[in-house]
């Protein structure tokens, strides 16, 4: 921590005059600007020497960092990042890694901790880590590996209660959001007049942004706006009862309470239900658009629910029932990997019912006319959203 003093914004903004050509930051306590031009995330940041800790480090292992025969102080605070970042990652440019030795595991587990399972085998982290090993430090290849890995992809693991984990509220809630083809009235092209340059702009996919607001009290989390560099929740957080009695973490759950869960539910039930049209009439995000010269309601999040009663008019199958039974089944592969319909079966003869078969059965009693197919969609996707197999990622 004595190590990293002294660093602060580079950049600051004021205007969208400023977005473009932000003002160059002389100030160790100025903040990165209005909050509705803040550019500063994209620069890197500005050391400021005389609030840097100038005396000896010791660090991991005994590591002793000494730089205070520097005189100038942003050449020491400097020095002492370098020689830190050299001890526990390796130097820059060496074409095999000599690092600290415990780093490419440590690295490699948290990593594998947020993007697969929250509790990774031992084989899981070894084989990662010596990916990192092998290329210096390379964090694509090391995704890579993560990623590839026959504990991600292999279906063996999907019905052992101690792998998967939970996926973060907002992970959760975008994940939904791009389900839907949500958008907003804010149009993309119109970041060319702060920051962007048209070959940035033409890298986006969708026509509209979004811009949101605190989402603490509905989410637990607020896009960007982490409480400390730890994010949300603590690596090695596990709740009391079972998970802690078998030695195992479930780091995201530290968001989760009994109240906190009952405000995600009632958040993705107002994006899927809201308003009575097939676009319906939007969440609010933003109560102040006027800064960029947009009505308050165009930052509005739309669910776009036409797009599947059209994907569920072309199933075309034999029945009703095997029309909703193909919505349910498309959801599953979107939202749950298709682990949904592995896990439940639809069997109406062996008298005992299931999520899925519960779903689709509710799914028959709404009728076919188009408002009715517009209930269907947005009832399925409910649903499915806050259901187990939806929250914790397998």
């Given at each position: 921590?004595?190590?990293?003093?002294?660093?602060?914004?580079?950049?600051?903004?004021?205007?969208?005059?400023?977005?473009?050509?932000?003002?160059?930051?002389?100030?160790?306590?100025?903040?990165?600007?209005?909050?509705y031009?803040?550019?500063?995330?994209?620069?890197?940041m500005?050391?400021?020497?005389?609030?840097h800790d100038?005396g000896?480090?010791?660090?991991?292992?005994?590591q002793?960092i000494d730089?205070?025969?520097?005189?100038?102080?942003?050449?020491?605070?400097?020095?002492?990042?370098?020689?830190?970042?050299?001890?526990?990652?390796?130097?820059?440019?060496?074409t095999?890694?000599?690092?600290?030795?415990?780093?490419?595991?440590?690295?490699?587990?948290?990593?594998?901790?947020?993007?697969?399972?929250?509790?990774?085998?031992?084989?899981?982290?070894?084989?990662?880590?010596?990916?990192?090993?092998?290329?210096n430090g390379?964090?694509?290849?090391?995704?890579?590996?993560?990623?590839?890995?026959?504990?991600?992809?292999?279906?063996?693991?999907?019905?052992?209660?101690?792998?998967?984990?939970?996926?973060?509220?907002?992970?959760r809630?975008?994940?939904?959001?791009?389900?839907?083809?949500?958008?907003?009235?804010l149009?993309?092209?119109?970041?060319?007049?702060?920051?962007?340059?048209?070959?940035q702009?033409?890298?986006?996919?969708?026509?509209?942004?979004?811009?949101?607001?605190?989402?603490?009290?509905t989410l637990?989390?607020?896009?960007?706006?982490?409480?400390?560099?730890?994010?949300?929740?603590?690596?090695?957080?596990?709740?009391?009862?079972?998970?802690?009695?078998?030695?195992?973490?479930?780091?995201?759950f530290?968001?989760?309470t009994?109240?906190?869960?009952?405000q995600?539910?009632?958040?993705?039930y107002t994006i899927?239900?809201?308003?009575?049209?097939?676009?319906?009439?939007g969440?609010?995000?933003?109560?102040?658009?006027?800064?960029?010269?947009?009505?308050?309601?165009?930052?509005?999040?739309?669910?776009?629910?036409?797009?599947?009663?059209?994907?569920?008019?072309?199933?075309?199958?034999?029945?009703?029932?095997?029309?909703?039974?193909?919505?349910?089944?498309?959801?599953d592969?979107?939202l749950?990997?298709?682990?949904?319909?592995?896990?439940?079966?639809?069997d109406?003869?062996?008298?005992?019912?299931?999520?899925?078969?519960?779903?689709?059965?509710?799914l028959g009693?709404?009728?076919?006319?188009?408002n009715?197919?517009?209930?269907?969609?947005?009832?399925?996707?409910?649903?499915?959203?806050v259901?187990p197999?939806?929250?914790?990622?397998?």
């Amino acid at each position: 921590s004595k190590i990293m003093t002294g660093w602060s914004f580079s950049r600051y903004s004021n205007n969208k005059d400023q977005w473009a050509a932000p003002l160059t930051n002389s100030n160790f306590t100025r903040g990165d600007g209005n909050k509705y031009y803040g550019h500063t995330y994209t620069h890197p940041m500005r050391l400021f020497g005389a609030f840097h800790d100038p005396g000896v480090k010791i660090i991991a292992g005994g590591q002793v960092i000494d730089n205070t025969g520097e005189p100038d102080l942003d050449l020491r605070a400097a020095a002492d990042v370098s020689d830190a970042l050299d001890w526990f990652g390796g130097a820059e440019g060496d074409t095999s890694y000599n690092g600290h030795p415990s780093t490419p595991a440590f690295i490699s587990y948290r990593l594998i901790q947020r993007l697969v399972t929250s509790n990774p085998s031992n084989g899981y982290v070894y084989r990662v880590a010596q990916v990192f090993n092998d290329t210096n430090g390379n964090l694509g290849e090391v995704a890579r590996a993560i990623l590839t890995d026959y504990e991600a992809r292999s279906m063996a693991f999907v019905g052992d209660p101690t792998y998967g984990k939970m996926k973060e509220p907002l992970v959760r809630y975008m994940q939904l959001l791009r389900a839907l083809d949500s958008s907003t009235q804010l149009p993309i092209s119109e970041l060319g007049s702060y920051r962007l340059v048209n070959d940035q702009l033409d890298n986006f996919l969708l026509d509209a942004r979004f811009r949101y607001g605190e989402t603490d009290g509905t989410l637990q989390q607020t896009p960007l706006q982490a409480p400390t560099v730890f994010n949300w929740f603590l690596p090695d957080y596990r709740p009391g009862g079972s998970i802690a009695s078998a030695a195992l973490v479930a780091p995201e759950f530290q968001v989760a309470t009994e109240t906190s869960v009952i405000q995600a539910i009632n958040y993705f039930y107002t994006i899927t239900f809201s308003g009575g049209s097939n676009s319906g009439q939007g969440v609010n995000t933003l109560s102040n658009q006027g800064a960029l010269g947009y009505p308050a309601e165009a930052d509005h999040v739309k669910a776009d629910r036409q797009a599947w009663i059209d994907r569920y008019n072309a199933y075309g199958g034999a029945t009703e029932l095997d029309d909703d039974t193909a919505l349910v089944d498309e959801l599953d592969m979107l939202l749950m990997s298709g682990n949904f319909k592995a896990r439940y079966p639809y069997d109406t003869n062996d008298g005992v019912e299931n999520p899925r078969e519960i779903i689709i059965d509710l799914l028959g009693t709404f009728g076919t006319s188009n408002n009715n197919k517009r209930d269907k969609v947005r009832t399925a996707f409910y649903l499915m959203s806050v259901a187990p197999e939806f929250i914790i990622q397998k």
